[in-house]
């Protein structure tokens, strides 16, 4: 069995950061070549990309509409029935790593304080450093709310300011950014396996869950396949995207075709993006400029 990696680094982020998802690859095809299962490889790749400042991920997560608020969600899954995520989880460099450690719960998705605690108690230590990119990002996404730009596909600034729920009162009259990181494998074995995390959706309310710890919506692995979506989760979640597109796959449709018909399932404003691997092929697609890397 040939092995495949596929690595995104989000919708919309930006071909610049090319060069860090093939660094990802790299880590992945490095483990692979160790004898390391798909699932270490897999998040082996996440760990770069939350490792780099330039990724909305682990170190450069966005910082909420307070200005103070970073809240995180990872997931890890694959063939061979291991399954872990975490939501809303702040004060961690790498959140992949404590989906890795929910995996080995009873549980599958832990979330807010208690995923914390268990951070702590896993040997997970404190981290709350705020990356001057994170600084900038949040600067300039409040500049475009002043101007009234409309924040996501389909929601208005006033919808922020309606539903506030941070300390304090908002200080915009709401922008971009859904960026999250993904890879998927296929190792020596057959098996498959996804990992993913993200700094969160900004602008988005305290407490936002999107679509990257939720199985079936931004991730899903089983015996045909891996996949991961990267966007608004919210449009994400709506279309139960990356179970959509594994089951068209192991249905038998030909891989970039069921690609093609999960992007066609989101508005095309709203920014989206999907790597896949199957027995046979890999591939990515995205309705916007977004980084990707294949091994």
């Given at each position: 069995m040939h092995t495949a990696i596929v690595v995104h680094g989000g919708a919309g982020a930006g071909e610049e950061l090319s060069a860090g998802c093939r660094s990802a690859a790299q880590a992945a095809a490095g483990a692979l070549a160790r004898g390391e299962q798909g699932l270490a490889a897999a998040i082996a790749a996440v760990l770069v990309m939350e490792d780099d400042e330039r990724f909305n991920a682990g170190t450069g997560s966005a910082l909420g509409l307070d200005g103070k608020t970073i809240e995180m969600d990872a997931s890890v899954m694959d063939s061979r029935g291991t399954l872990g995520a975490v939501a809303i989880l702040r004060s961690v460099r790498n959140p992949v790593l404590v989906a890795r450690d929910v995996a080995k719960s009873p549980h599958v998705l832990l979330a807010g304080e208690g995923a914390l605690r268990f951070a702590r108690m896993m040997g997970h230590e404190a981290y709350d450093v705020v990356s001057d990119k994170a600084r900038r990002e949040h600067q300039k996404m409040l500049e475009k709310m002043a101007t009234c730009e409309q924040p996501m596909a389909g929601v208005d600034n006033i919808e922020f300011e309606r539903y506030w729920n941070y300390?304090?009162?908002?200080?915009?009259?709401?922008?971009?950014?859904?960026?999250?990181?993904?890879?998927?494998?296929?190792?020596?074995?057959?098996?498959?396996?996804?990992?993913?995390?993200?700094?969160?959706?900004?602008?988005?309310?305290?407490?936002?869950?999107?679509?990257?710890?939720?199985?079936?919506?931004?991730?899903?692995?089983?015996?045909?396949?891996?996949?991961?979506?990267?966007?608004?989760?919210?449009?994400?979640?709506?279309?139960?995207?990356?179970?959509?597109?594994?089951?068209?796959?192991?249905?038998?449709?030909?891989?970039?075709?069921?690609?093609?018909?999960?992007?066609?399932?989101?508005?095309?404003?709203?920014?989206?993006?999907?790597?896949?691997?199957?027995?046979?092929?890999?591939?990515?697609l995205a309705n916007a400029s977004t980084p990707f890397a294949h091994l």
């Open positions: 300390d304090g009162q908002p200080t915009f009259k709401a922008p971009h950014g859904c960026d999250t990181v993904g890879a998927v494998v296929r190792d020596a074995d057959g098996h498959f396996a996804v990992a993913g995390s993200t700094g969160g959706s900004a602008p988005s309310l305290l407490g936002r869950v999107g679509d990257t710890p939720l199985i079936g919506s931004g991730f899903y692995a089983g015996a045909d396949g891996a996949v991961a979506a990267t966007g608004i989760g919210e449009y994400i979640m709506r279309n139960m995207l990356a179970s959509k597109v594994y089951h068209w796959i192991a249905g038998g449709m030909d891989l970039h075709e069921a690609l093609r018909r999960g992007i066609a399932l989101v508005p095309p404003d709203a920014d989206t993006g999907l790597i896949a691997v199957s027995k046979t092929q890999a591939g990515w």
